[in-house]
Each structure stands twice: as structure tokens, then as C-alpha cells.
């Protein structure tokens, strides 16, 4: 499976992003999936992850109230919506195909794409 992130941009403090993860070569209808990022100099962290279902979120305090992990299988597609952005997210963001909902690890790791926030 192949992961591809897009949606990524620059934009002002406040403002709003929404991030797309497509995948191809594979189904990921079966996994739970994640959002990560890694700003600069920065260690890469947990942002968001989703059930095979959706019926299951969960999200990084940092990030809880103003980000929201979504999919649609029949697509094969995993979104992050980001609203009210702070300068604190700028960072390069990854989608990935998890192990197990509620573990870290991955199987497939994508591209990122970069969001950057201006203050």
C-alpha cells in the first residue's frame, strides 16, 4: 500500500486546512489509520487516529477541539480536518496505516505534506 498526503499549504493563524491521505496499491479499509507530524528540529509526534470502521477516534491534547480525523473507505481516503491553525503546528504532516488502533506502530508510512502557519 502506498500513502499519499496532500492539502498541505500556508496559512494564517486561525485559519484552516484540510489534509487528505490517498492510498493506492492496496485497500485500507481494514486498518486503523493515523496522522503524525514533525516540525523542525523537532521529534515526530502523534496527532490522530482512526478505527478500520471510524467508529473510534482519539487525538493529541494539543490538537483535541480543533482537529478532526475522518475516512471514507469507499475511497480509500483519510482526512484531517485542522481548524483554528496555530503557528505551533507548522510542521510536516504523514499519514500512516497502523498496526492497531491503539498502538503507534505502523505498517505503511506515506509522504507527508507540509502546512505551515503564520502568525
Known amino acids: 500500500v502506498q500513502l499519499q498526503a496532500s492539502g498541505g499549504g500556508l496559512v494564517q493563524a486561525g485559519g484552516s486546512l484540510r489534509l487528505s491521505c490517498a492510498a493506492s496499491?492496496?485497500?485500507?479499509?481494514?486498518?486503523?489509520m493515523g496522522w503524525f507530524r514533525q516540525a523542525p528540529g523537532k521529534e515526530r509526534e502523534f496527532v490522530a487516529a482512526?478505527?478500520?470502521?471510524?467508529?473510534?477516534?482519539r487525538y493529541a491534547d494539543s490538537v483535541k477541539g480543533r482537529f478532526t480525523i475522518s475516512r471514507d473507505n469507499a475511497k480509500n481516503t483519510v482526512y484531517l480536518q485542522m481548524n483554528s491553525l496555530k503557528p505551533e503546528d507548522t510542521a510536516v504532516y504523514y499519514c500512516?496505516?497502523?498496526?492497531?488502533?491503539?498502538?503507534?506502530?505502523?505498517?505503511?508510512w506515506g509522504q507527508g505534506t507540509e502546512v505551515t502557519v503564520s502568525s
Open positions: 482512526i478505527s478500520w470502521r471510524g467508529g473510534r477516534t
Open positions: 496499491g492496496g485497500t485500507i479499509s481494514s486498518y486503523a
Open positions: 500512516a496505516a497502523l498496526s492497531e488502533y491503539s498502538n503507534l506502530k505502523y505498517d505503511y
